[in-house]
């Protein structure tokens, strides 16, 4: 297939012309869309107590490994974006390098991760804000997660209406309110330790708790990390995507693994290192404990910091979301309607419509079946496996991409071992996700990704069979960058709306 990308745009204000706003974004909006889809807070918030359970006072080190095989994964993902940058994401990259029937493949895993994630995250958001303000406030408010989800999904659907600079502004002031007060929380921790203060001791693999399983606490943290991806379909909204993609994805990646590894090393000092077994067996979050013993009524900042990192991952999430709606609908993949652009602010209002719609749906209707709480386990793991697939098949694609296209370029580590090795990390969490099979309900996660992904080859061999195989070429076609290089300039800065910098 045609290698088509912003390869010819000239000079660091090189922008494309798009349908959508070119140039409307710099670094610091792209990297905070990576950041906040990370949602490092409610990360950090909902995952440090399983982490200790499993290796007691050393989960600081599980989250160090965890994130160096991330890095690698970043790597990976960078040797494409730096040549293929498009609203297609992923998508365009496994199309470009294995082919429209993978990319086809990879676009049907990816409608069970983004489009899925808004209405789930504002349910449980709503639920445990409830959960936390009964807890130690006696405020008991049921309704509260079905309000998340409506207006959540509303009020962000009409402020991502009014433009991607917007929005980019509203994530960056999100990103940086979650990140300083959970590295103040981690701070105080630091200065008011409990028993065996703030030791060094959590990266020393010798004190893992008996019986505990460091490469399960390893493989389950990748997924802390998870998200560093949703600034690739930016691309055609950014400022010199060529080197703005592959810099905002280290540079999240990088800033995640420094937040996790600190904030959780914070919050159990603060708990006491030597105490790691009553943290791990703790009824009560852990992390909502230490706040309310340091902060005592200033712990409602716990609340508000949940909800904020929740907030500014649907806003990610639903950003990649509707461009790779866009991407595919304007070559026909899926219905033309979802490629039409607002005039004025130029960003696809309805694909954000359509978002907006899913999240409410899902939303609503996982948790009326599960209940808020577990809806989420069931969804998470639906997304965790089926973001295995996507992150595997664009690793292939980087060794096949420069095996071939670029073998000027190929360098064994970036291209080679890289690739290989966080695959091979990759397929031991989608192991120890399947095997034993969980409990009701999550045991369900599995079976969906397994029938979704029959369907999606069902209708690869339904179309080849009924004689459509160019409307599957047409969904392979989507996800490379659409416009030809001619048709990009360099556009000085300020010709276009100034890019959030």
Known sequence: MANIGLQSVK???GVGRTELEPGAIGLLGVVMQALTHVAPAAGAILTIQAIVLLVGPIAPLAFLIAGVIVVMLGISLTQLARHLPSAGGYYTYVTDTLGPRWGFL???????YDPIQGGMNLAFAGWITNTVLNLYYGINVPWLWPAFVIVGSVGIALLMYTGIAITARVQVAL???????????ALTGFIHPGAGGASLAVFNPGNIVKGGNLFLAIVFSIFAYTG???CVPLAEESKNPLKTIPTAIMASIVIGVLFYILVSWGVMSGWGLAHSDTLASSVNNPVVVVTKQLWGGFSILLVIVYINSVLGAVFAGNNATTRVYFGMARNHALPRVLS????????????????AGLSLLIGLGASLIFGPDKQLFVIATVITLSLILVYIAGNIGVIKYYLTVHRDEFNWFLHLAMPIASSIALLIVFYYSVVPLPAYPVVLAPFIVGIWLLIGVGIIF?????????????VGSAMVAEVDASTFEEVPIGSEREPLS
């Not at 990879?106 to 069970?112: D, K, N, P, S």
């Not at 940086?176 to 929380?185: G, R, S």
């Not at 039409?340 to 978002?355: C, D, F, S, Y």
């Open 11 to 13: 000079g660091p204000s």
């Open 106 to 112: 990879t676009a049907w895993a990816y409608f069970l």
């Open 175 to 185: 990103g940086a309110f979650e990140i300083l007060v959970m590295m103040a929380l």
């Open 228 to 230: 560093f991806e949703a």
């Open 340 to 355: 039409e652009v607002g005039k004025r602010h130029r960003t696809p209002n309805n694909a954000i419509t359509l978002q």
């Open 462 to 474: 339904g179309v080849r069979r009924w004689g459509h195989a160019d409307w599957l070429d047409k």
